[in-house]
């Protein structure tokens, strides 16, 4: 069975961090890339990072040099670490399969007020 579920989210005040973690099965984790996204309230779904089967990472210009993206493919896991975290971050954050996404999991509030 193909799952998705993320966790970790909360709520945090500007400047602090967060770390997300995406737990997977059902398909092959090892080969395949992995993307976080977001949606915040109102607006659409947008990729936020993405880091391939070989390691490599790329993100959105808003969140470069603040979060960062890793996996662990005993896990089959993936997480985003988010640091120096500001208002506009805040949102439900999925991951997916980077190419053939699957269905979406529920999500993870993340939120970032005083």
């Known amino acids: 069975q193909v799952q998705l579920v993320e966790s970790g989210g909360g709520l945090v005040q500007p400047g602090g961090s967060l770390r997300l973690s995406c737990i997977t099965s059902?398909?092959?984790?090892?080969?395949?890339?992995m993307n976080w996204y977001r949606r915040a309230p109102g607006k659409e779904r947008e990729w936020v990072a993405t880091?391939?089967?070989?390691?490599?990472?790329t993100y959105t210009d808003s969140v470069k040099g603040r979060f960062t993206i890793s996996r662990d493919n005993a896990k089959n896991t993936v997480y985003l670490q988010m640091n120096s975290l500001k208002p506009e971050d805040t949102a439900v954050y999925y991951c997916?399969?980077?190419?053939?996404?699957?269905?979406w999991g529920q999500g993870t509030q993340v939120t970032v007020s005083s």
């Open positions: 997916n399969r980077r190419f053939q996404p699957l269905d």
């Open positions: 059902g398909f092959t984790f090892s080969s395949s890339g």
């Open positions: 880091i391939s089967n070989g390691q490599s990472t």
